[in-house]
């Protein structure tokens, strides 16, 4: 089945969010989500979740799904704030153990943070399915850029998150805690074995040099011929030296402490303390 794709991207953080909906029907699954978040002020809006809100409501659509890719360090998820509005079932890999575990650490989050994923409502292994009314979707653990990273195959369409950007860009960094430039070469790997008219939509894009416009779509075809960093079957010790050496030279995402905090939680805030206050938290030295 070929199911219909809606793009909203979100210019502030180079995001990608989707929703993709059963060919003939109301099913949808809202894939990787944004709660625009102004970080010198520390304060949350919801416009970028608003206007998928309102194109949902606008189409007559039911929300399944709202899916995650892996935790994101880039920006916040709008996944609880979706589910209240539109309702659906809040889905990431059960790797999200490990990411919790480490960051967990890292925040000093103690005891009262649950590291077992249940502020999930699923948790997907690999080879995993589930359906979007009609339309059936498989579940692919696609390690590297983080250890709980996922690809969503849902009929002709691969929702890769961060594993591969358009052919022009590349693919994903590493060097967060848990990731592997290995893993990522074989993961993409095995992304590239769907048959090469699968459509591929990409969870961020930044428009490579001599590119003028925003793009999120290709092909595993076009990935495999065209892909300045894995393309033409380069290997994965070319890789592994290419993705390690440029990933020393990145700074960090300008959201990456709320960002985790945040998702490694399912998109929900922290407790608030005694005064009622919500407080996210800076480790110093430790990222």
Aim: proline fraction near 5%.
């Amino acid at each position: 089945m070929t199911p219909a794709v809606k793009a909203f991207f979100d210019e502030a953080t180079n995001t990608v969010s989707y929703v993709v909906r059963e060919p003939e029907g109301t099913a949808c699954a809202i894939i990787d989500s944004v709660l625009d978040f102004d970080h010198a002020a520390g304060r949350t809006s919801t416009a970028s979740a608003d206007a998928i809100i309102a194109w949902v409501k606008a189409e007559g659509l039911r929300v399944e799904w709202i899916l995650e890719s892996h935790v994101h360090a880039d920006h916040l998820s709008a996944a609880p704030y979706l589910q209240e509005q539109l309702g659906g079932k809040i889905g990431i890999g059960d790797r999200i153990t490990v990411v919790q575990d480490t960051f967990g650490k890292i925040f000093n989050e103690g005891t009262e943070f649950q590291r077992d994923g249940s502020q999930f409502d699923q948790l997907f292994r690999e080879g995993d399915s589930f359906m979007i009314g009609q339309l059936r979707g498989e579940v692919l653990h696609t390690p590297g850029h983080t250890p709980a990273c996922l690809t969503y195959v849902i009929g002709d369409a691969a929702f890769v998150g961060d594993t591969l950007f358009m052919p022009d860009f590349g693919t994903a960094r590493c060097d967060f805690p848990g990731g592997s430039s290995a893993d990522l070469y074989n993961s993409i790997q095995k992304i590239l074995t769907l048959p090469d008219e699968t459509r591929i939509f990409v969870g961020h894009d930044y428009k490579a040099p001599g590119r003028d416009d925003y793009a999120w779509e290709t092909t595993v075809g076009e990935q495999k011929a065209l892909n300045v960093h894995v393309g033409e079957g380069r290997s994965i010790e070319e890789f592994v030296q290419m993705r390690d050496a440029r990933d020393a030279t990145l700074g960090m995402p300008r959201l990456i402490l709320p960002s985790l905090q945040v998702n490694m939680r399912a998109g929900q805030m922290p407790e608030p303390d005694e005064q009622g206050d919500v407080i996210l938290k800076i480790p110093v030295n430790k990222i």
